[in-house]
C-alpha cells in the first residue's frame, strides 16, 4: 500500500514507484507488463524483499515485509519465495538437478529428500531425462525450464517471475509459462510475474500495467 | 550439516568447472611454497653445517675461550689445564682440539681457505668423520693430512700419498672425506702438532677441549665445578653451545634473517596470486552469486563457499607442494650444496599455506558481503 521508491538524492532523485497500490489474491496468476523503465522490476524486487521501498507497506500473506530484520531476510526469502529471474541464473558448475535441490539444502533438507524432490519436480517440467547436464549442455528454454522446478521446488507460496520468456523463442517462452502456471496452480501458489510478451498474455489470470511508477489496472482473463 | 555438505561439494564443482582459475591459483599455491620451502631448506642446511662439528663430536662439556661462537676463534687455551680437568671427579676423558683458518695452494696457484683440524689419535668420537679413503690411523703420521674430496675441483688432487700445500707447510693427503662440510671453509684433519705448525700456533697451546663424563646426567652439576675452577673459560653444555651457534647463524651472521625473509616473500606473493585468482572468478560468477544471494543464501553461506574453495585449494596446492619440496634435499644434493627439510617443517609450512589460501578468499568475501541482490534483476 502507498509503496514508492526513489533513488538518488537532491537534484538528481528519480521516483521509479510513484505510490503503487496492488492487491493480489492467494493462487493468483498476475502478469506485470508495462514499457521500459516503468518501474516493474523495482516493485518486483521490493516485493521479492530484495529492495527495500523508500516509504510504504508491503505485506505478503500475514508478514509486513518492512517488519522483517535485514538479517532475517534472506531466510524469509529462502522459505516464502521462489525466484525466476530473466537471464536463468542457474549455477553454471552444478547439474540440473543439484541446480533444483540448492534451496532445498540451503534449508536444510537432507541430501536424499532435496535431490528426490529436484528430480520429481524436473520430471514435471519435462526434464527427467536431463537430470545430470550441465546448464550449458541445456537449451534456453530447457534451462528455464530448470530455473522454474527451482522456484517451485520448496513450495513456496510466492513466485516473482522477471521476464522469464524474453530470451526465449515463442514456442519455448510458452512452453514454459505454461509449465508454471500449471505447477503454480497444483501448489496454490501465488504468482506475480513481469513481462510484456504478449504471446503469454492469455495465461495470466490477470494483467496489470505499469506505468511511469503507477499501476493502471487493464484486463482480467478467465483462465 | 546437508547445507554444509552441500556448500563443500559446490565448492568442489565450482573450482572444477572454472578449471583455468583452479590451475592458476594451484600453480601460485606451488611457486609459493617451492619458493619458501627451498629458502627452507637452505636454512636448515646452514644450520646443520654450522652445527655439524659440535653434533658429530657431541661431548658432554665444552672448555672454550671467552664468548666464542665458531670453533677456532679467541684465544688459545694453554694445554695445562688438561690434568686439571681430568682430576674432577666425574670426568672420563678431556681431548685437546687445535683449530684455525688456513690457505691450501690450489690449481693453477689459487689459493682456497681450509680450517685445520688438529686431534689426538686416542681423542674418542673426534673425527675425521664420513671418512672415504685413507685410514685414521694414518693422520697421526708427521704432514698427514686427511683432507675434503668435494673439492677436488678447487684443490687439486687429493689422492691418497699426494703432496699438498697448507699454510705454507708441504703435507701429505693420508685420507679423504666426503660431504664433511661446515659453515667453516672445508675441513682439513691432521695431528695436534702439525695443526700447531701449519697455524704457527705455540707448542701447548689448544684452541678448545672437548669433556665426556661418566655420567651425562651430571653435566650441568660438573659444569658448575668447572666453571668455578676455570674462571677464565667458558664451560658450556653441549646444548647450550649448539644454541650459541644456532643463534649465531640465525640472527649474527644474518643468514636466517635473509633466507626467512625470501620464504615470507614466496609466501606473500603465494597470498596475492591466490586472493586474486579468487577474486576473478567470483567477479566472473557475480551473478551466480547474485542469484545465490537472492534465492536466500545469507552472507555467511557464501562466506562459507569462498572460504572453502580456499581451504580446498590450498590443501591440494600445499599437498603437491609439500610432495615436491620434500624431495628438494635429493634434487639439489650435491656434496657443497645442503637443503635440509624435516617432515616436521614440511607439515607446518603446509598448514601455513592452507591458512595463507584462507586468508587470500577474505577479499571475495568482502565483495560478496557488499553485493546487493537485487542486481539480479538488472
Known sequence: ?223 | MSRYLMLFSLSVSMLIHGKLKTIGALAGILFAILLAGQQLAALGGATYQAELFQAKANPDLWILPQGVKLLGEGRPLPETIRPRLLAIDDVKSVEPVVVGASEVLGKNGKRESVTVVGIERDAEGLGPWNLVSGEREALHLPHAVIVEDSFRERTGSTNVGSIREIGGHEVRVVGTTWGMLTWLPQFAWTNPQTARLILGMPERDVSFFVVRLNNPEMAAEVQQKLQRMLPEVEVLTHKEYSARVHHYVLVDAGAGAILLVSAVVGLFVGLVIVSLMMYTSVNDSIREYGAMKAIGAGNGDLAILVMMQGLILGIVGSFIGGAVISWIPTMMRAPNVIMLMDLGTVVQLCLLMIVICIVASFASVLRLRKLEPAMIFR
Not at chain 1, 529492495?51 to 509486513?64: A, K, N, S, V
Not at chain 1, 530448470?146 to 513466485?159: I, K, T
Request: hydrophobic share 40%.
Open chain 1, 1 to 223: 500500500m502507498g509503496v514508492t521508491k526513489s533513488f538518488g538524492s537532491g537534484a538528481i532523485i528519480a521516483h521509479v514507484l510513484r505510490g503503487i497500490d496492488l492487491t493480489v489474491e492467494r493462487g493468483e496468476f498476475v502478469y506485470l507488463s508495462g514499457p521500459s523503465g516503468s518501474g516493474k522490476t523495482t516493485l518486483l524486487s521490493i516485493i521479492g524483499c530484495v529492495l527495500r521501498p523508500t516509504t510504504g507497506e508491503i505485506w505478503l500473506g500475514d508478514t509486513e515485509l518492512g517488519k522483517i530484520k535485514e538479517s532475517q531476510l534472506a531466510r524469509f526469502r529462502l522459505e516464502q519465495i521462489g525466484f525466476i529471474f530473466q537471464g536463468h541464473n542457474l549455477l553454471g558448475a552444478i547439474n540440473a538437478e543439484e541446480n533444483v535441490a540448492f534451496p532445498l539444502r540451503l534449508r536444510g533438507w537432507s541430501t536424499g529428500k532435496a535431490l528426490a524432490t529436484a528430480r520429481e519436480m524436473l520430471h514435471k517440467v519435462g526434464l527427467g531425462e536431463r537430470l545430470k547436464h550441465l546448464p550449458e549442455q541445456l537449451s534456453g528454454g530447457q534451462r528455464q525450464r530448470v530455473a522454474v522446478a527451482r522456484a517451485l521446488a520448496g513450495s513456496p507460496p510466492f513466485v516473482f517471475a522477471d521476464e522469464p520468456t524474453a530470451s526465449l523463442d515463442a514456442q519455448s517462452g510458452l512452453k514454459v509459462t505454461e509449465i508454471l502456471r500449471t505447477l503454480a496452480k497444483e501448489q496454490g501458489c501465488t504468482v506475480l510475474m513481469v513481462s510484456h510478451d504478449s504471446r503469454v498474455f492469455h495465461l495470466a489470470d490477470r494483467i496489470l500495467h505499469i506505468e511511469d511508477g503507477l499501476i493502471i489496472p487493464q484486463t482480467e482473463h478467465a483462465a
